[in-house]
Antibody, heavy 119, light 107 residues
């Protein structure tokens, strides 16, 4: 059974860095044809892809966030992480990690982590 | 960037009605399109992938069609449990974009 779980601070101060980790069980983040994403959803709004991490370690980022985002993997812990720098109140959202198997959509999601940006 | 546009943004229908949601891509995405259902307080749930393939365990009243830039999600007979927001998502590129969502209400 594949499970994803987000973890990290629920409150971040403006101008600081938001850091979240997604711990994956039941599947290897290095397995061929798997892509791992971070998606966020501001309260009451729609879904926005922040970026993706491929099984080979390559990353792609939403151009609107690219200058502030880093996604990285720790294969020894079967985790991948999100760092979003210089946050503002507009970055307040539920942050989801999710798995895409090539061509088959985002079949597995974490439960989501609410991160509030406030002083 | 590939933009996804859904319509309508809200629809209200009766139990048993046939419901259709449309999603348009700003450029061709072949069939690299998925549909998700999101209920309040929950993560999105995959319904359809590759435009028309039904995810395992999803009721057969859900179906998808289309290719290129025009796609539809159809609920053949609306049920009370289908009250939710529905999103399309393209995965043609290396990062993904979602439609703005369609809220389905039960009359």
């Amino acid at each position: 059974q594949v499970q994803l779980q987000e973890s990290g601070p629920g409150l971040v101060k403006p101008s600081e860095t938001l850091s979240l980790t997604c711990t994956v069980s039941g599947a290897s983040i290095s397995a061929t044809n798997y892509y791992w994403g971070w998606i966020r959803q501001p309260p009451g709004k729609g879904l926005e892809c922040i970026g993706t991490l491929s099984y080979s370690g390559s990353t792609s980022y939403n151009p609107s966030l690219k200058s502030r985002v880093t996604i990285s993997a720790d294969t020894s812990k079967n985790q991948y992480s999100l760092n979003l720098r210089s946050v503002t109140a507009a970055d307040t959202a539920i942050y989801y990690c999710a798995r895409h198997y090539y061509g088959l959509g985002l079949g597995y999601w974490g439960q989501g982590a609410l991160v509030t940006v406030s002083s | 960037d590939i933009q996804m546009t859904q319509s309508p943004s809200t629809l209200s229908a009766s139990v048993g009605d046939r419901v259709t949601i449309t999603c348009r891509a700003s450029e061709s995405i072949n069939s690299w399109l998925a549909w998700y259902q999101q209920k309040p307080g929950k993560a999105p749930k995959l319904l359809i992938y590759k435009a028309s393939s039904l995810e395992s365990g999803v009721p057969s009243r859900f179906s998808g069609s289309g290719s290129g830039t025009e796609f539809t999600l159809t609920i053949s007979s609306l049920q009370p449990d289908d009250l939710a927001i529905y999103y399309c998502q393209q995965y043609h590129g290396y990062w993904w974009t979602f439609g703005q969502g369609t809220k389905v209400e039960i009359e």
